[in-house]
């Protein structure tokens, strides 16, 4: 069989027993392995999955050793889903979206899989084992799960074990029979007496690693029979016994690598060259795994290797037994090694193990951001937490790391507090670290603030990015991260501050800057504001623009985290405007998942106003008014561009709900400088329909129609000076005020006005052929009744309310298939409604069939 030439190859044996047992297990939905270190598990696994498997899919995880961080954890396991690379890791990780992604992938699969996790007691994140657990309890039901660990961990997997779901393998049944021990010496070529072969399978009782170490110091031993006679004891002494027996017969150069490269996690011949001071490491290790001896390599192309775990731990205890001088400065090289090659984590550790806490502070101080932005937020932790209680003194850039951490976190009081201490150490420091240490001082306070929503403070804190330029490869490195940051936070406050041109600029440098740095997570954060900076053009650019950054959060597999939520908003709120009320709550509902684990106040104060103007458009103000009080209650200090809005609206949501008198006491309670809003000034026109007054609705209106007021505003005025004068009986002047509502909104199709005023009755008893917008009144009535009134008096070659919609496109510049884009229907949609169009209006191509809408007064005059 397949599976015994290859296990034959590695020196192992086919234990069809265990394999059939493991086959068995697999039925059920989730199997558990648990046994102590050298017991075979990785073996048994290797083996099974080994196996030609024509009815199912195995997607085989390692857990990295020490593998603090929960989302590189479920990176690794959603590349080997996939079957590609692991997405790139991100700041700002969701746990809960994970758990969704994953199970939404193994479903989308379709056939049988068997997920196999090994060395599962690796991961040390409690939030990890929680979500892995969530993931267990609802695997799809063509999926099945095995993970192997050293011990019991904490799934609370009794439901799958109550209901039968749960089949567990421990160490004794992975324990070699006396068959299975005289088949491993036979197949590694050495003859036993059968007492010998009994003898050697007491002492290790069947244990895997005894037995491997044993074939490895019986090969070629001279007298076989007296070692076998000679070791007794636990598994520990049993393994150090066998341990000195092998490597006793190693030769030097092969014991002068196993020793001095132990203690790396993982090592390759270059490194394993310098810790050795010797060449052709790389072929020993090579030989080393073709022998079995405790060496697994690490990649397909076999040049990064790891040591059995068990066999690591022992090689250290004889590497400090036995060259203990050596050990801080094996460590001081692959530290120097690790972090000439990237490998800044892996060197602070080997900085720390060698007790050179100075070294290792700083390097952890200088790519602390880094770490953090590369998703590595719970490595950044566990370094913190190495260092000794009192290094802080010693070392008090540490608190720069503290604060970053704490801002990851969002402990914003705990963050402020280090930054303190990071501001007095930088008054003190050398000058060659002053300018590092103050730039990031600045950007994080900025991303302190902005996440605070002290958005005036932003401001105040642009000044203090303005340094001469750093000179060192790490100081340009550590600074364009902390740059990129900085135009982020910018950008984000000047967009919630209403300052969209500013806005624009410092985010679409922002992303730039992230692009040529290559932080991917920084570029699509620009890029998911972005869309709402750049509406202050055009509704359809910015709608292009948050689709673009939807499309490259989606390439990195982070369409489910906050960092994209922004463009979800973005989305949800131009489609508010534009009457696309279902597709916004399904944009909105998105935004919603994706900051479920919080946010900053910017981006839930946004999601808290959209969810208030969709209900208030279908006429249900209580339900907008409970959001817009939400609104309300998110920490942002100080004015904001939301500001005036939201207090206008909530006013005239009151007013709305038949409650005068609460609108008047809120408009009371208005400060000088808002009430001189034209949002306040809008709500005031509203109390006093609703007092039944409307010349004093159209007396308080009166300086907000003007065309130096911002067009919605502005939309929203004439509206509301529109039924003012029905009430009056002044239908003329009614009609001439939608009429100029209608002519500012037809540019970008603006339909929310027209439902939160109510509005959109008046446009019920107009013949659409009576308005030279008649495409917008269309969308309008749509939108707020789901049908277009068409009434008694329409003639009936009259366009139908889509033909209305494609005809609002024919004066612009867009094709066909762009037409079609725009308006979500199939080309052939189009090409149909164009056809009608032509015929109804006697057209022969589209410039006539634009004229002859103007004629009719279908389309406005002034659209270009």
Known sequence: MPAEDGATRRGLINRRDLIAALDEAVKRRVTVISAPAGSGKTSLLRDWADRRHHDRRIVFVSVKPGQHDAQLFWLSLLGAIRGTESPPPAPGFDGQAMVDKVLSELTAYGGPVVLIIDDLHELTSAEAAEQLAAVLTNLPTAVHAVVATRRDLPLRLHQLRLAGEL??????????????????????????????????????????????LAVLSLAGHPQPERFVAEFSGSDRTVAEYLMTEMLDRQPPEVLRLLLRTSLLDRVNGELADLLTGATGSERILLDLEDA???????????????????????????????????????????????ADHAGTADAIRHFQAAGDWTEAARLLTDHALSLTLDGQAGTVAALLHTFPARAGDDSPGLALVHAIADLDQLHLDQADAHLDVVRAYAATTSSDRQHRLRTAIASLDLLSARLRGHFDSVFEQVDALSQPAAQSTADVALSNDLQAIALLSLGVTEAWSMRLPESEKHLQEGAALARDIDR???????????????????????????????????????????VIAPAYATLAWMLSWTGEFDRAGEWL?????????????????????????????????REALTELTAAGQVRMAGRHGWTSRVAGWTIATQARLRDPDRALAALAAVDDELATTHEIGTATAVIHLAEGDPAAARSALKPLLDDKVP????????????????????????????ERALHLAEPEGLILPFAMTGAWELLTSWPLHSTSHAALVADILDAVRGHTNATASEPLDALSPSELRVLRFLPTNLTRPEIAAELSVSLNTVNTHIRRIYTKLGATDRSSAVQRGRDLRLLSAGRA
């Open 167 to 212: 089949a567990e393998i421990r160490a004794t049944e992975l324990r070699f029979t006396v068959d299975e021990t005289r088949k491993l010496l036979t197949t590694a070529g050495i003859t036993l007496p059968d007492q010998a072969v009994t003898t050697l399978y007491q002492r290790t009782e069947g244990w895997a690693a005894g037995l491997r």
């Open 520 to 562: 991917p997570y920084l570029e699509v954060a620009c890029r998911a504001h972005l869309g709402f900076a750049i509406s202050h053009h055009s509704f359809s650019l910015a709608r292009q623009q948050c689709e673009d950054a939807i499309t490259a959060a989606t390439r990195h597999g982070w369409e489910g985290d906050a």
């Open 589 to 621: 509902e998105r935004a919603n998942r994706a900051t479920q684990a919080g946010g900053e106040p910017g981006i839930r104060y946004l999601i808290h106003l959209i969810a208030a103007i969709l209900p208030a458009a279908r006429g249900r103000h």
């Open 292 to 338: 079995n001896a405790f060496v697994v390599s690490l990649d397909p192309v076999r040049t990064w290797f790891r040591y059995h775990h068990l066999f690591s731990g022992l090689l250290r205890l004889e590497l400090r037994r036995t060259l203990p001088g050596d050990v801080p400065d094996l460590h001081r090289i692959a530290a120097r090694w690790f």
């Open 711 to 738: 067009t919605i505003t502005l939309i929203e005025a004439y509206l509301l000076e529109a039924l003012a004068c029905k009430d009056l009986g002044d239908d003329r002047a009614a009609r001439a005020a939608v």
